[in-house]
């Protein structure tokens, strides 16, 4: 069974690595962290794995999985570079959305072969991540020996690989980011404009969660043509107006993004069947001006 270290475990790599011990897919071996404590959780969530504060600490891995933050993955394969504890044919890879494989160049160099995969996926709490990570998509990419070794690995957790071009990295990031972490973030410009029309923000809950979970059902289930309701879709530019001006009286960076949202939702809408073009016109000529 091969080895796996870990530089770097967060809410991440304890999921991979509770689920890979879970099915006895991989041996667990160290686990580094910023500070002896946090190796010491990360280790008794996976419920594997020996805690250690310092590369110097460190035995020899097959795989070593380095889940830092973004800015310092650079430097911690650079770290393991130098460390000495690399094998010839070993693997190594990181986790990054936004950042590609070659960032590992320095384990590269010392005959290792290199990957990133990403899951695409929330990682707020560790053991819900774990229940529902069955048929995870993962973005992957780097040396083909890397993926190919790292491939059954990732499918014997229920992942769902999809190759992706390192060039493009930042765009397919800011997709995931999009659909993800703007929805939280559209939520809670909902749930303030609640507030300002005195609606408290447990109520503005209530009402939200039922119209947003059969919203998403409705994009995956019909398409987000089909999907879109409203004014926008029906063409109905005093409300629209209305919205605007309301919005803008209060708070002129929200109402930015209702202009920059209604101009895509226009888009949207002008794909319907029997879609009345002039009166979506108005509606985009109205968003512009703002």
């Given at each position: ?14 999921t ?6 879970k099915g ?11 500070s002896l ?8 969530v996976?419920?594997?794995g ?23 993955i ?7 570079a ?5 094998k ?31 899951p695409i996926?929330s990682?707020?709490n ?10 995870t998509y ?8 890397a ?6 690995l ?13 060039d ?34 447990g ?16 994009i ?14 029906r ?14 009286d ?13 101009k895509v ?6 794909k ?13 000529d ?5």
């Amino acid at each position: 069974m091969l080895r796996i270290n870990f530089i770097g475990c967060g809410q991440v790599g304890k999921t991979l690595g509770k689920l890979w011990h879970k099915g006895s897919h991989l041996k667990i071996g160290d686990v580094l962290n910023q500070s002896l404590l946090s190796s010491e959780t990360a280790v008794e969530v996976i419920n594997a794995g020996k805690p250690v504060d310092n590369l110097v600490h460190m035995t020899c891995a097959d795989v070593y999985m380095i889940g830092c933050g973004d800015d310092s993955i650079e430097q911690c394969s650079q770290d393991l570079a130098n460390s000495g504890l690399l094998k010839q044919g070993g693997i190594v890879f990181h986790c990054s959305g936004a950042q590609p494989a070659s960032l590992l160049s320095a384990c590269k160099d010392k005959g290792v072969y290199i990957a990133s995969i990403h899951p695409i996926k929330s990682f707020a709490n560790v053991q819900l991540a774990v229940d529902s990570f069955e048929g995870t998509y993962c973005g992957m990419e780097g040396d083909e020996i890397a993926l190919q070794k790292l491939e059954p690995l990732f499918n014997n957790i229920g992942a769902r690989l999809v190759k992706i071009n390192s060039d493009n990295k930042s765009l397919y990031h800011a997709a995931s980011v999009i659909a993800c972490n703007y929805l939280v973030a559209l939520q809670e410009l909902s749930i303030n404009t609640f507030a300002q029309a005195g609606i408290e923000r447990g109520q503005a809950m209530a009402i939200l969660q039922p119209i947003v979970r059969g919203t998403v059902e409705n994009i995956f289930t019909l398409g987000t043509v089909s999907s879109l309701t409203g004014p926008i879709a029906r063409g109905d530019k005093d409300i629209v107006s209305n919205q605007l001006n309301a919005i803008s009286d209060w708070n002129q960076d929200f109402a930015t993004v209702y202009q920059l949202l209604g101009k895509v939702s226009v888009d949207i809408a002008s794909k319907k069947e029997g879609a009345d073009i002039t009166k979506l016109k108005q509606i985009r000529d109205l968003l512009e001006k703002g």
